[in-house]
């Protein structure tokens, strides 16, 4: 694809949230890659820019200024309806709120990607991955019937069913509690183990940050520092220093 | 993607149900006006068909020209010599002569006239197995001289058996008749609406009508092997020129033609309110799916998010208000069918009974209503779908994300006030632009006032917060907190709240114009008879106060000790300049009687019309050129023609003319019409009203029951109580629109106590009672009523105001009482609308509503 297997790149990326004297520098020149095939954390502080960045790199938002590349396409400057074709091939989204819809089933929840480009799952693979997510017993459950851990192992599902490219997820632990958080990062790291799904995760706890290949830490709009696989302990500390910093 | 939409609607089954319900009643309204229309037309088209049935050809009297059913003309009678000739053609079989009249009116027992608004038939039987006779006897006889067979339903209607004997008024006094038998008409029919018959002998009906030796008709069957063409032209060799000859079929499709032409404005009539309904419900759709997808922003959003285009969102809504339009369609036509019987009974409670066989669904029927019902959904769909292919990806993750406004938001006041200014536009266009012709004048108003109802519908919006801070103040003062509350929560959308007003604004606008027109028409006709009603005291016209009534009436009146004068105006059909229409008699003595504003012309013109003077009113001596002197030749319905001399021109009172475009004199007119016909006398007395004048009036009246007396106030106030049968079937009809703008209501707030679920859940929990929160959305329902309400009274007056402008005969009158009751009908509006989501939001659970997402 691009240089060096990496999947997405981006750079020099800076985001500006109003005008003048109000005006909010959420990202100030970022510049990074996605290697293929790898779990990549993002953390730092609340208000560092994790979100912000995440979204422009999804192509949710556009950035003031840099340069946005998934799978070899720059995407800051495309149209809605190549974005949207984009999205289809490329992208997968696990959100903090699950984002379900509620009067589809876990099963049709986890389908519709597939039945929004018009494409026929593969069987054995949607099989497998319901198994996988541990859903096979809930699939005509609707939302509302469902915990808040099986919601975002829909929303997991959802994601991995059409082998998107990259899978972005924003804060996926951030609405359960810490045993069932514990079995969603399991389940993220697995999918990214099994399937090789590259995946960018944005976090605040180092719990999460601890499955990921490669943690970047973002401090006021800016990476401040980059570990490769890291121990709970690790992070935690290096956040610490970003703190005082 | 499908999938998404049809479960998304069914999900929200209430939201979805209410949504409908907006369409339904405007499509059962298309539905019902067809099965209704349609219904009535093979009911009269079986009755037609069953008169002419054994008929292979029909000769009548040739009349000068199309006489209109009720003008009081008859088509010239022939000679009962004819029949013999007919007979002795080979060609024909069978011929019989026959004479009818539509103004046979039978007595009940308490010597009152049995009339309604059907005609009273009467006609001769020759013979009971005459293959010409329509009537199949039930029970007794046929009759004999001095004898009569009435309908059955007429007869159990008011007690009459075969044995008795029954009054009949036509040309002259009252006779009595013993009825020989009951009959039914055709094999369907017990009634023709609420038409009453009554057969004769010949000679008996000849003599009751004044056509001794004198035929209306002549039914012929044809010999073996001829034609009904054929025998139509061996009949035309020997026929006199005032004669014609047509085939039976021909003769009931041109004794039909003037019912279906009623029937098709009858239909025309109630498919516009359909209309008007429907296009209150598309406000209605409109507004209640713009208010769901503003709440399913996120939904929309995520669906984006996982790859779905602007595109398929726009389909799923699409699709959405597709299966919406096509239910509620189904539900409409079904219901139409309902409402089809219920208007032929509130048709039958105001006086207007209509035959009826059984009710006609044609295939028409069910591919009009489905069409209208699903594209004025989908229409109404449209703009709220393109908002929601607007709502960005990012919105799945914001917290709150609300729709974004459309791209012309900037713009909304200054195109709602341009719309409504174009609206006013084209509508002051229609109405004082000279020489529109109709259609062009029809369309403008018609544009006009669309345009002026979405205008204001979202110019509306910029006013809410005054308007509900004004009309909300109510609401503070007896409500309490829950007052204050709903007065803010009118106020906290107030696009939703101004949409919502203008679905209940259409109705209450047009409501209001008829009864400013209604005032105008009352207070201007009740100005003119006041002005013109010089020296007389009584008046006499026809039961139903409009029917002209056999002449012989006002001679006996005459005969009345104690009446100084009768003055006559007459009416029927005649043609001049190559146009028809009612002209007028009138006897001398009306002269003193009314005071009619000359412009030419002496005061004395109808004293001195003589045989040949006329007078004319100012519009149509300046159409045609006259003055005094000018020569007007008129032709009467049997063929006569004669010139008359312009001697007058007056200037008719505004609130109408008691004559036609040309009067001649009553002497003048008897010569050419053979039964005359007075659309009202006027009486002058010795000791002017008192009740020993009204006593014998009343006592010689008992004579002809189908007439009655009236004082000058009891004159007007019949004359406008035929008005307001009509008004009451007008607001009949619109009260089905205000019916939808009230489901609007229902639906917004149903709506809004889901989006407010959480909000209600906290009132309650820092005290609010089930009452003060049922109070409260009550509140806000009638606040936005009475919005929806002023507006429309407002501008329904205004509309009055240019339409009367417009209109000669009219003048402005502001309806006081009628607008008090229109405020009350849209306080209790709100208040009904708010029953069903008051109850529901007290009905939430406190804690599960706090934790409601
Ligand atoms: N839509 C927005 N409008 C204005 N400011 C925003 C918006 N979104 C984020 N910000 C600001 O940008 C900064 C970064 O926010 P965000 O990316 O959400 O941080 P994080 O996800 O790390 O908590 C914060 O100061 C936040 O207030
Ligand atoms: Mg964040």
Redesign the pocket.
Known sequence: MSTNGAVVTASDLRRV??EDETA?H?LRGVSLEIPRGDLTAVM?P???????LMHILAGLDQPTAGDVSIAGTNITRLGDSDLTKLRREHIGFVFQFFNLLPMLTAEENVLLPLSIAGEKPDPAFFETLLENVGLADRRTHRPSELSGGQQQRVAIARALVSRPTVVFADEPTGNLDSTTGGEILELLRRSVEEYGQTTVM?THEPRAAAIADRVLFLADGRIVKELPRSTQHDILAALETIATT | MTKFALKGLFGRKLRTALTALAIVLGVAMVSGTYVLTDSIDEAFDAIFNDVRQGSDAVITGRAAFDLSDGSGSEAPTLDESLLERIRELPEVQVAEGGVDSESTVLVDRDGEAIVGNAPSIGFSIADGDSPFNPLRLVSGGWPGPDEIVIDEATAEKHDFAVGDTIGVQAEGPIQEFRISGLVRFGETLSTIGDATLAGFDLETAQELYGKEGRLDEIAVASSPNVSPEQLVTAVEAVIPSAAQVRTGERQANEEASETNEFIGFLRTFLLAFAGIALFVGSFVIANSLGITIAQRTREFATVRTIGASRRQVLGSIVLESLVVGILASIVGLILGIGLASVLFTIFDAVGFTLPNTGLVFNTRTIVVAMLVGTLVTLVASLRPAIRATRVPPIAAVREGATLPESRFARFRTLGSALLTTLGFAALLFGLFAPDLDTTALLLALGFGTVCIFLGLALLSARFIRPLAGALGWPATRIGGAAGTLARDNARRNPQRTASTAAALMIGLALVTLVAVLAAGITSTFRGSVEELWADADYAVTAQNNFSPIPANVGEAMGDVSGVEAVGNVRTGDAQAFGDQFFATAVSPELGPMLNVTWVEGSDDVIQELGDDGAFVDDGYAEDHALELGSRIELTFANGDTDTYRVEGIFDPPTGGSPFGPVTISAEAWDRHNENPRDLFSFVRMEGGQTDTNQERLDEAMREFPNAKVQTREEFIDNQIGALSAVLNILYVLLALSVIVSLFGIVNTLVLTVFERTREIGMLRAIGMTRRQVRRMIRHESVITALIGGVLGIVLGVVLGALLVARIEFIDFTLPVASLIVFTIATVVVGIIAAVFPARRAARLNVLRALQYE
């Open positions: 949230y109003g909010v959420a730092g609340s208000g560092s820019g994790k979100s912000t944005v």
